[in-house]
T-cell receptor
Framework: AQKVTQAQTEISVVEKEDVTLDCVYE???????LFWYKQPPSGELVFLIRRNSFDEQNEISGRYSWNFQKSTSSFNFTITASQVVDSAVYFCALSEPANFGNEKLTFGTGTRLTIIP | NAGVTQTPKFRILKIGQSMTLQCTQD?????MYWYRQDPGMGLKLIYYSVGAGITDKGEVPNGYNVSRSTTEDFPLRLELAAPSQTSVYFCASSYSSGVYEQYFGPGTRLTVT
């Protein structure tokens, strides 16, 4: 069964510091997809990134970067030079699209990130 | 382009009452989902649909029902509301299966007392 673990329940950092959110996943499939979503205080979940299991290249988008390592089953998310607007709950999620009849996302429990001005 | 819309935003139900949470998407997505979010627990899938007329259970379907008569709409029905159904409910849609990202509605905060 697929599982996503976000061991950090809450993190607080001072503005402009860098912060890394950890995500560890479990799956028996060789084809899978990993996602990160942001849930700001307004409540709506916003898609940030998707990564498939065959692409281990790290990705950078502005201040955001993602480190995917199959060897450790991790897909960590780093925010560089954090800003107050980054304060949110961040969810990591996993899907196994080849598992027909079970095409769903499995979410981690989320990490609440607070950026202190 | 409104994306995924949900109504109502908030609702208080008494134990035993019933209600329908509405969800509409205007992106012509085949896949639609209902999740519930309990504090500190992430999102749990209630039901999902892969197209009009096709629905299936998720992880936590008990106490809920769904229907999908059109591509756009995916209402969630709560029968005989119980305090355990107090939660925030999110509807989502995606172009296809788990390969694609899901787009979420703003959520419905439901309290059952």
């Amino acid at each position: 069964a697929q599982k996503v673990t976000q061991a950090q329940t809450e993190i607080s950092v001072v503005e402009k510091e860098d912060v890394t959110l950890d995500c560890v996943y479990e799956t028996r499939d060789t084809t899978y997809y990993l996602f990160w979503y942001k849930q700001p205080p307004s409540g709506e979940l916003v898609f940030l990134i998707r990564r498939n299991s065959f692409d281990e290249q790290n990705e950078i988008s502005g201040r955001y970067s993602w480190n995917f390592q199959k060897s450790t089953s991790s897909f960590n998310f780093t925010i560089t030079a954090s800003q107050v607007v980054d304060s949110a709950v961040y969810f990591c999620a996993l899907s196994e699209p080849a598992n027909f009849g079970n095409e769903k996302l499995t979410f981690g429990t989320g990490t609440r990130l607070t950026i202190i001005p | 382009n409104a994306g995924v819309t949900q109504t109502p935003k908030f609702r208080i139900l008494k134990i035993g009452q019933s209600m329908t949470l509405q969800c509409t998407q205007d992106m012509n997505h085949n896949y639609m989902y209902w999740y519930r979010q309990d504090p500190g627990m992430g999102l749990k899938l209630i039901y999902y649909s892969v197209g009009a007329g096709i629905t299936d259970k998720g992880e936590v379907p008990n106490g809920y029902n769904v229907s999908r008569s059109t591509t756009e709409d995916f209402p969630l029905r709560l029968e005989l509301a119980a305090p355990s159904q107090t939660s925030v409910y999110f509807c989502a849609s995606s172009y296809s299966s788990g390969v694609y990202e899901q787009y979420f509605g703003p959520g419905t905060r439901l309290t059952v007392t």
